[in-house]
């Protein structure tokens, strides 16, 4: 299991260098980095000479299996998230295209979205540079999302091995349940079916700790191998996610290096630091040094000469005006909420609004789920009822840091952003399976507080298989009723996972600027169109016709400056 978890995570890791060599030999992006990134990455883990033969080939067949499933999974997923669809697919489209952002940081996606230029160009770039390889082999740009649900697997057994080599006594059963409510974040699972890359801080933090506990406690230095190629990689994803990577994976090194007594200590920190400044200043040479030179600051557009501020805009009337620590606590302490206009929380209880929120992509407060709170609670009191002051320590410091962190950088109360803060709850009942649960309420208070996160779970992935199903329905009939409609069809729109869409069916199209297109399709990244130019009012799916919900959505342009007819 542990190679098939380890060589999971090394193809898309593997495909990254590549990539990142191909730029800086003045390459671009091709269809072969993929298929060459598979094969090293399995040659390098069947050389592995403590694994078996039949293990070898058992793993590698196992891993091929599930790269093919999910590839064809992902490409038959419509991305539904709104930047998802907007610069992440922007991104990957122009890397796929031959952009080389090494020895060019200007791109035109369209030339009238300037906008979009300014994410494109400036942000960082790690998963969508592993996705255009994908995309470039595959020809299919949803195909790139596959690899969220390579690092998701990977964590599930990662997950499970940790259990098995520090809970050796713990039920089979119970030790697949609790991995797979440990992996499945709310915030993981919202994301994994998108382009949005938030959900990388929490699996990538996970797989990254678990490997170091793996090389310093267990001495298997594949683990090390894994880490350095995430610490290469995760510099590139996106600014936050590095800074908590780096701080808690560095908290954990040192702890770890300092209780395993590690003889050659000063060699591998050296060795961890090079491969993280190589990550920052090769594999992200673009966007930091060029933000850097450019605009005086490395997380330009975030702040530096011209920054742009996108909070303001994203706090609900609930939190604003609170300090970093009171919004915090009340997004943890809410039920799943994106209420605009009312200033009203729910911390108890459960209604349609709330299951409604919390299968969003980007749920505002309470992104954790419903029963999450509750669960805080519970785990607190059994926490509290396990004793043991002295071994509390170490736990508690823990639980300590993690609430720090909900203040140490801004908008700590969106849980995209603070995505490992899930980890909470787990640190108590990873204390309580270690030294109590030896009476009835003990196991039953556990059992409860698993069962109360599993349904936080169910909720989300339900609420994914619905919105995914009635998403794709709706963009297939739009895309059909393009198609059939004569001469080139006429839009504005941001949304370059549906302009890729209508490239790959060869459907003509023009795009023109908002203020001429009457109409707006109200779907996530929203597109502009004169609704009259194509037959919307036939043929409509039959699921389209389930709920009121379902059904496509209109409203009026209200920057539209033609006249009406």
Known sequence: MESFARLLIAIPLVSYVLAVLSLWVGLQINS?????AVCISVLWECSDRRIRGCVRWTTTVAVLVVLSV?????????????????YHACTIRELVNGWNPIYSSACSPTPIDGYTVLWVEHYPRGIETIAATI???????????????????SSIVYIYLFLCYCLPTMNKYLRIWIALVVALNPVVINQMCTYYIDWTLYTLLVIFLINMYLFFVKGIQ??????LLLLFFIPAIKFNIFFWVVLWGGICFFALLRKSRYKHSFRLTAVCAVVVL?????GAYNPYLTNWK????????????GKVDIMDCQVLPAIRGKSNAEAALI??????????????????????IDILSSVASDVRIGGFGIFFFEAILLSIVLFVCTGHIRRMRWYLSVLVGLLVSLVILPSGWWARYVAFFYQFPFVMLFYAERFGLKTRFSRGLHILILSLLSADIFICLSGLAVKNIVY???????????ESSPGEAKLYTRNYSFLDKLERRSIPYKLFPDTEMKDKLDIPCPIYMNRTDFDFETDQPWILSLRPSFQLKWSDNNRYEGQDE
């Open 32 to 36: 072969f980095i993929f298929p060459i």
């Open 70 to 86: 999910t590839l064809g999974l992902s490409a038959c997923i419509y991305d539904r998230s709104f930047d998802g669809q907007w």
């Open 135 to 153: 995309v470039s082999c595959m020809g299919n740009l949803d195909a790139g999302k596959a690899l969220n649900l390579w690092f998701v697997f």
């Open 222 to 227: 594949r683990a090390l191998h894994i880490d």
């Open 278 to 282: 190589s990550g920052i200043g090769v």
């Open 294 to 305: 450019e605009h005086g600051s490395p997380v330009y557009p975030l702040s530096g000469n």
């Open 331 to 352: 997004s943890v302490a809410s039920n799943p909420s994106d209420d605009m206009l009312s200033e009203d929380i729910h911390v108890f209880g459960i209604s349609k």
């Open 472 to 482: 794709k329905e709706t963009i297939d009939y739009v895309l059909e009723k393009m």
